[in-house]
């Protein structure tokens, strides 16, 4: 098959290469094969008399011609699995799952069956029974158009900070025991599109994806728990012989792709490495063949007597994981962020000088955005921290750096985006000046609104947001743990004060969130400007225990019920944090944990 | 890890142990910011400067350097590096203290980068480049005046101490002759003249070089 020709390069404009047809009369993949069954794709008017019908893999296309429903193109190697015809397919929703009949129904009894009726519902066709237990819980449909003008900003049921929300224990995931394995350590929380995914990754380099149960008509004051929906390995450790490292395997973020179809994706990405993973479902499989047993085993054609026709039958649902795109071999450092387009076709990653732009479809190459290295390599003193693509402007990114600066950049204004186009920094306060102004001025991440128009920082001991059209200040400033300031040269000296923080919004904007020492994280409601320190621990963890806000005593008398900064235990930390996209359900990871808590639902 | 922290004395700063974290505790209540009215003695940069190198030193060891870190590391050294130059008055420890926040011998290679690093910072201060990191005439025992020189980073003598023990021997198996270059060519002059200095370890180009390499080797592209 011909590849993309030799004008098809990396380059100025921004020109991505066409990929070429996939010509008709190509012959199959080399690779000896039995022959094929056909399952379930055929009417009979397609098949001449005597002519063995064509299989999905086999024969010219221009046979498949006859067929009635338009064949999804596979853009990418198609499934090699003979029972598999689920082929990915990109773009619209494909017809041919609403084409198919759905086969005996499964038993309800397992919960899991209800995904079905998430699927359908996904697609629109007609409802199944348990539509009517789903919850009417109003989100915005993803939408499939590129580059979104619009805001996306979901405003569903309790999504909002503006009366006292009651923090609930609800589930915490992970090992009791308090040594904890350098391996489970987590190190990124993300919620899906919808919030009904939970994904984590960690050090050992796997990723942990939990699903939220459907509400059902039992558990009417609580929303649905999270189970384990899936695990798979996303990244191995690995050797660079080059240079004689080793290339850790820990999982540094991962970022959901909205979805389009049955299957789920995401991007999850270690020091060197990103992948696609497409995480599919498989709930029924094909039986019944004529030349092979059940077990696998290949039948003599000649014992054949009778021919049947191969059906679906349900099976327990298994999840599969599959990675679909590696990209890798971009980046020298250290990959610390990925970020998904609002066009959904192209994302940006990014080490600590360089920042790339991909196109999920293409591994072989990336364009480089944003290029800060100095050409003495002694004259560095500004490394990138976090980058992320504007939630709608398709153009628009922001970057931050280790001196406290955000960067917002326009792809429009030149290839090569080393230009800012607008520059946030704040003035150093000249009272609060001290050797580790700038190590507490690093911005450890950057999160713009749902809606746009606001994008939050957290550096060491605080978190800002800034409005996008005022660069000289943020617009609201929240301290996180303002105590730890006379304590800087501690935490110089045990490194804590490197730790990289992460923050997020709520659904509706009004509320931030970020972690602290001691397993300690805070809430800050942008509308009340009332704060809240709650902890993470397992001790009153009995679901829908109302947590307790904690106070930390920084000198002085210390009241009852607060805890001295001496006392702070600064290997709990809390780095990582989640908040659902449309309720009121935070994930919350200590070092090896994950807590999972919900509003008090009445 | 931040134990309760108890009130020391000046004079006992210079005996404690280099695992002790109260020191910072009691340094951290001490702000060097100039409002710091009601601290006691103000902070000792040169502690600091010498963890700094101690954390840059830590961070070079690894495998793959945390970039981000370092470069954290090596501007706070600057900081306080030019804080020192500006202090001519600036209390001076004896030896021993400079000592003791270094542990047990580090790895000779990274104590060089760690020097050709401040050479760098000292060729970027615009001070004078003719002071290669290792001759220093005068004895260890002399304390370290940053008022004096300010183009000498002061604790070189705590360096010189871990290195003295004849490293010649370390590189025996190592095959520099790929990474001779010419970066440093005054160094070759230096490094003959100081082969009767007790604490001049008669480091080579070419061990310079290939440490340069190490560092820079995992940026190039």
Same mark, same amino acid.
């Given at each position: ?26 012959? /199959? ?5 039995? &022959? ?31 067929? $009635? ?33 759905? @086969?005996?129904?499964?038993?309800? %009894? ?18 199944? /029974? ?22 996306? %900003?979901? !405003? ?15 589930? !915490? ?43 059902? $008509? ?32 820990? @999982? =540094?973020?991962?970022?959901?792709? &909205? ?26 499989? &094909? ?64 080490? +600590? ?41 398709? =153009? ?6 280790? $001196? ?24 150093? +306060?000249?009272? =609060? ?11 450890? +991440? ?33 301290? !996180? ?24 919004? =709520?659904?509706? +904007? ?43 005593? %920084? ?9 001295? !900064? ?14 659902? /996209?449309?309720?009121?359900? @935070? ?16 | ?221």
């Amino acid at each position: 098959m011909r590849g993309p020709g030799p004008e098809a390069r990396m380059g100025v404009g921004g020109c991505w290469p066409r990929l070429p047809a996939l010509p008709l009369s190509s012959p /199959p993949l080399y690779r000896p094969r039995a &022959p094929r069954e056909v399952v379930g794709h055929f009417t009979e008017e397609e098949t001449e008399a005597g002519e063995r019908p064509p299989g999905p893999f086999a024969l010219p296309r221009k046979k498949l011609r006859r067929r $009635k429903r338009p064949r999804a193109r596979a853009r990418w190697p198609a499934c090699t699995s003979r029972s598999c015809i689920a082929l990915p397919s990109r773009g619209s929703r494909s017809r041919r799952h609403a084409v198919r009949e759905p @086969i005996a129904r499964p038993p309800a %009894a397992h919960s899991r069956r209800l995904l079905s009726a998430r699927r359908r519902r996904a697609w629109g066709a007609a409802a199944a /029974p348990e539509a009517g237990r789903e919850p009417a819980r109003a989100g915005p449909a993803v939408p499939g158009s590129r580059c979104r003008g619009g805001s996306r %900003a979901s !405003v569903g049921e309790g999504a909002g900070g503006g009366n006292d929300i009651q923090w609930c224990f609800s589930q !915490v995931k992970g090992a009791v025991d308090d040594d904890v394995a350098e391996a489970d350590i987590i190190s990124t929380v993300e919620f899906n599109h919808s919030g009904e995914l939970l994904a984590t990754g960690d050090k050992g380099g796997r990723v942990v994806i939990f699903q939220q149960e459907q509400e059902n $008509k039992t558990q009417t004051h609580s929303r649905g728990e999270y189970n384990v929906y899936s695990t798979f390995q996303s990244h191995e450790p690995e050797f660079d012989y080059l240079k004689s490292l080793e290339i850790e395997e820990k @999982i =540094n973020k991962i970022r959901w792709l &909205p979805q389009k179809n049955a299957a789920q994706f995401l991007l999850s990405t270690n020091d060197k490495t990103i992948k696609l993973w497409k995480i599919s479902e498989r709930d029924k499989r &094909p039986e019944g063949y004529n030349l092979k047993e059940e077990d696998g085993r290949y039948r003599d054609p000649t014992t054949v007597t009778t021919l049947r026709v191969p059906v679906f039958r349900p099976m327990d649902l298994m999840v599969e994981a599959s990675p679909r795109r590696i990209f890798a071999n971009a980046h020298t450092y250290h990959i610390n962020s990925i970020s998904i387009n609002s066009d959904y076709e192209t994302y940006l990653s990014a080490d +600590d000088l360089r920042i790339n732009l991909w196109h999920l479809e293409i591994t072989d190459r990336s364009f480089n955005i944003v290029d800060i290295k100095p050409a003495n390599m002694e004259e560095l003193t500004e490394v990138i921290t976090a980058a992320e693509f504007h939630p709608n402007s398709c =153009n628009t990114f922001v970057y931050s750096s280790s $001196k406290g600066t955000i960067r917002l950049c326009d792809m429009r204004a030149s290839a090569l985006c080393d230009r800012h186009s607008k520059l946030f920094e704040e003035p150093e +306060d000249p009272s =609060n000046r001290s050797f580790f102004s700038e190590i507490i001025s690093s911005i450890s +991440d950057v999160k713009f609104s749902h809606s746009g128009r606001y994008m939050m920082t957290r550096d060491y001991l605080s978190v800002k947001i800034w409005d996008l059209n005022m660069e000289n200040r943020p617009v609201e400033t929240y301290q !996180v743990h303002e105590y730890l300031r006379s304590k800087l040269c501690s935490l110089y000296e045990n490194d804590c004060i490197f730790d990289k923080f992460e923050c997020c919004w =709520n659904g509706s +904007d009004s509320v931030v969130m970020t972690g602290s020492y001691n397993n300690f994280f805070r809430m800050f409601d942008r509308n009340t400007k009332r704060d809240i320190t709650l902890e993470a621990s397992r001790e009153n963890n009995k679901p829908r225990t109302v947590l307790k806000p904690r106070k930390v005593c %920084a000198s002085g008398k210390r009241k009852k019920d607060e805890i001295s !900064v001496d006392s702070l235990d600064f290997n709990k930390k809390i780095l990582h944090t989640a908040w659902h /996209p449309k309720e009121n359900i @935070i994930a919350v990871a200590t070092t090896n944990n994950l807590y999972i808590f919900q509003d008090k639902v009445n | 890890m931040l134990c309760k922290g108890v009130k020391r004395k000046r004079e006992e700063e210079e005996e404690q142990e280099p695992a002790s974290q109260d020191w910072w505790l009691e340094e951290a209540s001490s702000s060097p910011s100039p409002q710091a009215e009601a601290s006691p003695a103000p902070l000792p940069p040169s502690s600091l400067f010498n963890l700094s190198i101690f954390k840059l030193h830590h961070g070079l060891r690894r495998g793959e350097p945390d970039l981000r870190h370092l470069v954290l590391v090596v501007n706070t050294l600057r900081r306080i590096q030019s804080s020192m130059a500006l202090e001519p008055s600036a209390p001076e420890p004896p030896s021993p203290a400079p000592v003791s926040p270094l542990p047990v011998v580090p790895d000779a290679p990274m104590c060089t980068s760690v020097s050709t690093l401040l050479d760098d910072l000292s060729h970027i201060e615009g001070l004078s480049d003719t002071q290669t990191a290792f001759p220093e005439d005068a004895p260890l025992s002399r304390p370290p005046e940053p008022g004096l020189d300010p183009g000498r980073p002061a604790p070189l003598g705590s360096l010189e101490i871990l290195l003295e023990d004849g490293l010649e021997g370390l590189f025996d198996d190592i095959d520099t002759s790929m990474y001779d270059c010419e970066l440093w060519p005054n160094l070759k002059t230096d490094s003959g003249e100081t082969e009767d200095k007790t604490q001049g370890p008669g480091l080579d180009v070419s061990e310079l070089d290939y440490l340069m390499d190490v560092l820079v080797g995992t940026q190039t592209l």
